[in-house]
């Protein structure tokens, strides 16, 4: 298996640590909402409400947060690639 954090300082690993955590906890989160609405992304679930299959109430909602949290996962993954970047020109 390959040390992920071997060539890291600590601040750096610890920093990256905690982001990729955090991406985990994000996708998780945003897969159990898409889940309970019973669709495979937030596209469909905004077409579902667009058709009137789930009420507008609590449904755009969920699909705000669905997309705030694809968008926080995907700026934390940014973050980490700039860290990793960072570490490897030191």
Known sequence: MVDFFKDL?????TEVEAL?????????NRNDLLDSCAVPDDGAL?????????DEHPGYEQY??????????ETARQLVAEKLQEAQRR
């Open 20 to 28: 990729t955590g955090l991406i985990y906890e994000l996708r998780q």
């Open 9 to 13: 300082d600590y601040e750096t690993a």
């Open 46 to 54: 905004l077409e579902r409400i667009n058709a009137g299959e789930l």
């Open 64 to 73: 705000l947060a669905a997309r705030i949290l694809a968008d926080t996962c």
